[in-house]
Antibody, heavy 123, light 107 residues
């Protein structure tokens, strides 16, 4: 059974870059799509980005509302994928989840989730 | 962007009840609609995908239906472990979007 575990700082200063890593165990990075999602009480669940390791290896897609600030990447040697969100503000305070798609981007939904990590943006 | 609207936002029910949660998309999404269950302090879990296919862990009292713009999640015979928040999610087009959630609590 695949397991995902987010790691990274729980506190980030405004205007800095939020960096999170998701370590995948019990399964391979290859053959799946990988996504980052965040959740706040105010906005609910928000999809951030995905990276394709099934069809078009390394292809990324971003939420247009965040595209200018987000980078998603994979390190297959470490079985990890990462999120970088630059120029953060308090509005980026959220629980961040790393997620494996069940199937292709248009079917199956988000099948496996990390436990989530709370990132607070504050000085 | 496709908007998905859930109703109701909250719902009180008793063990054994039948409950229905609806999700409406702002445009035709065929059957590209998924449902998740989230309990406090935990990540969402995929419950139903492609509108009506139950994940392997999901009891048969759960069912999903609909296509196009209108979808339904039904729980027949609520059990204590079903009290949670439920979300719908469209995966037809980017950016993926979620409903605002339906909190199901015990009456």
């Amino acid at each position: 059974q695949v397991q995902l575990q987010e790691s990274g700082p729980g506190l980030v200063e405004p205007s800095e870059t939020l960096s999170l890593t998701c370590t995948v165990s019990g399964g391979s990075i290859s053959g799946y799509y990988w996504t980052w999602i965040r959740q706040t009480p105010e906005k609910g669940l928000e999809w951030i980005a995905y990276i394709d390791y099934l069809f078009h290896i390394g292809t990324t897609k971003y939420n247009p509302s965040l595209r200018s600030r987000v980078t998603i990447s994979v390190d297959t040697s470490k079985s990890q994928f990462s999120l970088k969100l630059s120029s953060v503000t308090a509005a980026d305070t959220a629980v961040y989840y790393c997620v494996r798609h069940l199937d292709s981007p248009n079917s199956g939904g988000f099948g496996n989730w990390g436990q989530g990590t709370l990132v607070t943006v504050s000085s | 962007d496709i908007q998905v609207t859930q109703s109701p936002s909250s719902l009180s029910a008793s063990v054994g009840d039948r409950v229905t949660i609806t999700c409406r998309a702002s445009q035709n999404i065929n059957s590209y609609l998924n449902w998740y269950q989230q309990k406090p302090g935990h990540a969402p879990k995929l419950l139903i995908y492609t509108a009506s296919i139950l994940q392997s862990w999901v009891p048969s009292r759960f069912s999903g239906s609909g296509s196009g713009t209108d979808f339904t999640l039904t729980i027949n015979g609520l059990q204590p472990e079903d009290f949670a928040t439920y979300y719908c999610h469209q995966c037809l087009s980017l950016p993926y979007s979620f409903g605002q959630g339906t909190k199901l609590d015990i009456k």
